[in-house]
């Protein structure tokens, strides 16, 4: 079974500043990484797909990066709103469906 | 809109069970496969099942395996997970999910709570 860590566990930065999430996997997951922000009180979002494609609606600041074992998600400039939890997740085998430990961003 | 709306949590007591529903709309739902991902407190997200755009399949998480059963009603939109012999850890928000190129998840439900407790 896949694992997947996430870095740092968390992260408090100021607004505009640049963040940047990492999700390592214990073995190649090709580019089949997701990341979700989930805010509290909140269903997750899904934010990028194929390590690299933005869903629908999302602002261009997200962006993803990576494949085979590491993968980087960069919010650009922090906006007040992006205070949220950030999971990757990986789809190249499966069941089960894993997701990582999460990386909980701060805006000070 | 797409929209995914969770019902039937609540509070058992240990071995008893529980049946949940998610009622869709916005969306051609015998094309999408359908997903339960549950997410205990203070914990991560947990993928727990998903039927097939047309039931035909099913697959489970290890963690829920012989206990749970994932269903689909095409007549009213609305994809159940049945749960049995429910145990304290299964206590969790239950996450009703679309989805996206088989295995990612682009619409989720608001969740249900679902408390397993004497």
């Known amino acids: 079974e896949i694992v997947l860590t996430q870095s740092p566990a968390t992260l408090s930065l100021s607004p505009g500043e640049r963040a940047t999430l990492s999700c390592r996997a214990s073995?190649?997951?090709?580019?089949?990484l997701a990341w979700y922000q989930e805010k509290a009180g909140q269903a997750p979002r899904l934010l990028i797909y194929?390590?690299?494609n933005r869903a629908t609606g999302i602002p261009a600041r997200f962006s993803g990066s990576g494949s085979g074992t590491d993968f980087t998600l960069t919010i650009s400039s922090l906006e007040p709103e992006d205070s949220a939890v950030y999971y990757c997740q990986q789809r190249r085998s499966w069941p089960p469906l894993i997701f990582g430990g999460g990386t909980k961003v701060e805006i000070k | 809109q797409v929209q995914l709306v969770e019902s039937g949590g609540g509070v058992v007591q240990p071995g008893r069970s529980l049946r949940l529903s998610c009622a869709t709309s916005g969306f051609t739902f015998s094309a999408y496969s359908l997903h339960w991902v549950r997410q205990a407190p203070g914990r991560r997200l947990e993928w727990v099942a998903v039927?097939?755009?047309?039931?035909?399949?099913?697959h489970y998480a290890d963690s829920v395996k012989g206990r749970v059963s994932i269903s689909r009603d095409s007549s009213r939109n609305t994809v159940y997970l049945q749960m049995n012999s429910l145990t304290a850890e299964d206590t969790a928000v239950y996450y009703c999910?679309?989805?996206?190129?088989?295995?990612?998840?682009?619409?989720w439900g608001q969740g249900t709570q679902v408390t397993v407790s004497s």
């Open positions: 194929d390590a690299s």
């Open positions: 999910a679309r989805d996206r190129y088989w295995g990612f998840h682009d619409y």
């Open positions: 039927i097939s755009h047309d039931g035909s399949k099913t």
């Open positions: 073995q190649s997951v090709g580019s089949f």
